[in-house]
T-cell receptor
């Protein structure tokens, strides 16, 4: 059974703090993703990675960075947290698609981290 | 036009009812389509993939209409446990784009 874990369920940080969100998957998946979910907007892709040390920007990368030093771990970093980054953050992983990287297989999500920036 | 659009609902239906959701997408080149289910305060989970010929999984039927660029999900004989948010998901090149979701509430 695929398991994706996230370091915290709830996090409260102050404006300007550096924030690290960790995600670990145990199924040897090549692809990993970070999304944020806000009411009425759905899930929006922040960054994704299809291999160790590889990263690609998603739709809303501004204010975020990522790190993937090991295959099972994908970290999201908020360099200087702001109140508009208050959100639910979801990590996901998947196998690569048939075209060798295209993301067409099921994504498995972690339980999410609800981040509040005050 | 949004990449993936869904009616947010909520759809309030009695147990046993049949309910259908539609979803439209803007990229005519998309090849893969999915429905995910998200329970309250939980993570999304894959409900079913959507194939060109349409597919059925028990009480759930998914249809794809490429000409009109929409996907549908039909739920027959609704159960209380079907209450959730249903996310329409469309592949756009190297990423999946999620709709904002349709809320379903099944009441006894």
């Amino acid at each position: 059974d695929v398991k994706v874990t996230q370091s915290s369920r709830y996090l409260v940080k102050r404006t300007g703090e550096k924030v690290f969100l960790e995600c670990v998957q145990d199924m040897d998946h090549e692809n990993m993703f970070w999304y944020r979910q806000d009411p009425g907007l759905g899930l929006r892709l922040i960054y994704f990675s299809y291999d160790v040390k590889m990263k690609e920007k998603g739709d809303i990368p501004e204010g975020y960075s990522v790190s993937r030093e090991k295959k099972e771990r994908f970290s999201l970093i908020l360099e200087s947290a702001s109140t508009n980054q208050t959100s639910m953050y979801l990590c996901a992983s998947s196998l690569p698609g048939l075209a060798g990287g295209l993301i067409t297989y099921e994504q498995y999500f972690g339980p999410g981290t609800r981040l509040t920036v005050t | 036009r949004k990449e993936v659009e869904q009616d947010p609902g909520p759809f309030n239906v009695p147990e046993g009812a049949t309910v259908a959701f539609n979803c439209t997408y803007s990229n005519s080149a998309s090849q893969s389509f999915f429905w995910y289910r998200q329970d309250c305060r939980k993570e999304p989970k894959l409900l079913m993939s959507v194939y060109s010929s349409g597919n059925e999984d028990g009480r759930f039927t998914a249809q794809l209409n490429r000409a009109s660029q929409y996907i549908s999900l039909l739920i027959r004989d609704s159960k209380l446990s079907d209450s959730a948010t249903y996310l329409c998901v469309v592949e756009y090149g190297n990423k999946l784009v999620f709709g904002a979701g349709t809320i379903l509430r099944v009441k006894s």
